[in-house]
């Protein structure tokens, strides 16, 4: 735990028998008294789907917040540009990308090594998706005093819950992960303190606070982070809520029936994923613009030469 921050006075399990001694007694809390309906629940499903498409359109190209058309047009020929680049320097076996690009349209190629080239950037598409779901279904549960919006820099989303039989009130600050492994081992002591520092600078806040970090898609319950050397807590005020503990107590619905309210939305309504997000005609068009500017292409836009593709990925075009 870092020095100087002591264990907040959040009312926490004492039975030394139990293998949740020292963590939160949730049991002390107001609980869930409403479920929200299906069909609300599935309004909400589809908002965190769209919100996450839209957030991964302009990840996918890292455009600028504000930018003008012109701006936005000329940026689109400088990602075509540079995704021809992404190609020739990442072409793998130079004789098999050859052969696997004879006959094909540029745009197909352009396509798949844009994916490529973003996967990990798709792979967060979820991750906003079950943000944002767990923000407006704790918000709707009536369970907390209030929930923010998803606008903190360290905290995706903070949640204010009073307590059964007293006044008091804890504020919980919510990151959501996908999967524990999300980060590496190295990441884990910057981040718990980062969240926690957010946690104790929160100059709104009033009481006692809590860290979490919500897994989203991650059987189990909760459990501490623990140094591997020492094996003492990285902070004994942040737990690790795996989806078993973590959606029950932010929406009341299991992990299992939110894993079935998205896949419903998506059979029934058809939601595009972000792997189906559209990639801007401009920067197709100006990866197709590098390939016919060394003569790669025939008249229909199709690869037509492997020998020359060779040379372009062996450095002799």
């Known amino acids: 735990m870092a020095k100087g921050i002591r264990a907040?006075?959040?009312?926490?399990?004492?039975?030394e028998n139990d293998r949740y001694c020292g963590f939160l007694d949730d049991s002390l809390l107001v609980p869930h008294n409403k479920r929200i309906d299906h069909n609300v629940l599935k309004s909400l499903v589809i908002s965190a789907?769209?919100?996450?498409?839209k957030k991964s359109s302009r990840q996918l190209l890292e455009i600028p917040e504000e930018i003008s058309n012109d701006k936005l047009e000329a940026f689109y020929k400088k990602k075509?540009?540079?995704?021809?680049?992404?190609?020739v320097r990442y072409c793998g076996d130079p004789a098999s990308t050859a052969f696997d690009c004879l006959n094909k349209h540029y745009a197909q190629i352009a396509k798949e090594n844009f994916r490529n080239n973003t996967l990990q950037k798709e792979r967060m598409n979820s991750g906003w998706r079950?943000?944002?779901?767990a923000k407006d279904t704790a918000r709707l549960s009536e369970r907390f005093d209030t929930i923010s919006d998803l606008n903190s820099k360290e905290a995706d989303f903070n949640a204010i819950i009073s307590y059964k039989d007293t006044f008091d009130k804890l504020s919980?600050?919510?990151?959501v992960k996908n999967r524990s492994n999300t980060m590496g081992g190295q990441d884990w002591p910057k981040a718990i303190y980062a969240l926690e520092a957010a946690a104790i600078n929160d100059k709104n806040r009033n009481g006692s606070y809590i860290c979490v970090f919500g897994i989203a898609m991650e059987k189990g319950t909760r459990y501490i982070k623990k140094s591997k050397e020492t094996k003492q807590p990285l902070s004994v005020n942040t737990e690790v809520w795996l989806s078993d503990f973590f959606w029950p107590f932010f929406s009341n619905f299991s992990y299992n029936e939110i894993s079935k309210a998205v896949l419903q939305v998506l059979v029934e309504d058809g939601r595009l994923s972000s792997l189906d997000a559209e990639i801007p005609t401009s920067v197709i068009e100006s990866f197709g613009d590098e390939c016919r500017s060394l003569?790669?292409?025939?008249?229909d836009g199709k690869f037509n030469n492997a020998q020359i593709l060779v040379d372009l990925f062996t450095g002799n075009l």
């Open 8 to 15: 907040q006075s959040y009312i926490r399990i004492e039975d």
């Open 295 to 299: 003569n790669l292409l025939d008249n």
């Open 80 to 87: 075509g540009k540079d995704l021809f680049k992404y190609f």
């Open 49 to 53: 789907i769209d919100y996450a498409n």
């Open 130 to 133: 079950y943000q944002h779901l």
């Open 172 to 175: 919980i600050y919510v990151s």
